[in-house]
């Protein structure tokens, strides 16, 4: 079983800037993509960027594009959130796939972390 474990989180200012990392323990991508993943008190989980393993190919949701940035180098990916908004406060959750390539279908990955909380406070 693969360990994803993510690191970055944070308590921040409306307006600030913070990375997420996320790696992928005693594994080495030779396909497949990496994702985040959120969720706010009382609501779904909902996807927030991909990106596929060979770091060339993303994708994002509607809500973080041209603020955030998704990028990953060999079993590591990190997540770039700038301008961050209180709607972005929730728990995120890196997630991974040997398989498929960047989806926002959270369905389609194996592997998870625990997630670390976003506080942007207005």
């Known amino acids: 079983q693969v360990q994803l474990v993510e690191s970055g989180g944070g308590l921040v200012q409306a307006g600030s800037s913070l990375r997420l990392s996320c790696v992928a323990s005693d594994y080495t991508f030779i396909g497949g993509a990496m994702g985040w993943f959120r969720q706010a008190p009382g609501k779904e989980r909902e996807f927030v960027a991909a990106v596929r393993w060979t770091g060339r190919n993303t994708l994002y949701a509607d809500s973080v594009k041209g603020r955030f940035t998704i990028s990953m180098d060999k079993n590591t990916q990190y997540l770039q959130m700038n301008s961050l908004k209180p709607d972005d406060t929730a728990v995120y959750y890196c997630?991974?796939?040997?398989?498929?390539?960047?989806?926002?279908?959270?369905?389609?990955?194996?592997?998870w972390g625990q997630g670390t909380q976003v506080t942007v406070s207005s």
């Open positions: 997630a991974a796939d040997p398989f498929s390539w960047e989806t926002a279908d959270q369905y389609e990955y194996d592997w």
